[in-house]
């Protein structure tokens, strides 16, 4: 698994998604970072790293604050050319993270009204793997019947809930364990929390 895109949708918890692609990149994946408009307004006030609307500008501020180059690439919400838009040429695996309730509905309906949507989509019929983490509570019962939907479509939901069982001492390991779970779920070694039963 080389390519994966990761999606950062208007969910409050727009860190678990800066916190995958940096993973992500210490593994040596080929990272292509996919915003919704209010994933981007979310990221700048919960976490301060404010992207500019300009997609030239934006990637070169994320390659900045993670301090790599080509092997980030960032796509804006519009661009149906994008590479990662066809199946010919489908990433390995797409995660969004944070997924809002609203991206993981229209997902669940089959539509593809923007690129991330499409992107989604493109894993699905292509038989690649779709990580929606999504982080909202409570759910109500349209809430679950998508994420059921997109369960048996071939989605894998992986819900923004922290163990304790490692005994967290700090936010940073609380976001750790869930980042953990995902690149568990990509099958990508990790360090970020200590497993049931190691000691």
């Known amino acids: 698994m080389k390519n994966i895109v990761v999606g950062i949708t208007g ?24 915003l919704t408009s209010a994933g981007r307004q979310v990221l700048g006030y919960e976490t301060g790293l404010q992207l500019e609307t300009d997609i030239h500008d934006s990637v070169r501020r994320l390659r900045d604050y993670f301090q790599v180059e080509e092997q980030l690439q960032q796509y804006a919400l519009d661009d149906f050319f994008a590479p990662i838009a066809s199946g010919s040429s489908a990433p390995d695996a797409v995660v969004i993270c944070p997924c809002s309730m609203g991206t993981a509905g229209r997902i669940a309906a089959g539509l593809s009204d923007n690129l991330l949507e499409r992107v ?8 690649k ?21 997109l369960s048996q479509a071939g989605a894998q939901i992986l819900p923004a809930m922290p163990g304790f069982y490692h005994k967290p001492q700090s ?15 990509l099958d990508i070694d990790h360090q970020l929390f200590q497993r049931w039963g190691d000691r």
Request: glycine share 6%; hydrophobic share 45%; no cysteine.
């Open 11 to 34: 969910a409050s918890g727009s860190i678990y998604g800066l916190r995958l692609v940096e993973e992500l990149l210490h593994a040596g994946k080929q990272v292509s970072v996919v």
């Open 120 to 127: 989604a989509d493109v894993a699905l019929k292509e038989h």
């Open 129 to 149: 793997r779709l990580l929606l983490v999504p982080r909202e509570t409570p759910f109500n019962q349209l809430h679950l019947e998508n994420l059921l939907r």
């Open 171 to 185: 936010v940073e390991e609380l976001i750790d364990f869930v980042v953990g779970k995902a690149l568990d779920s």
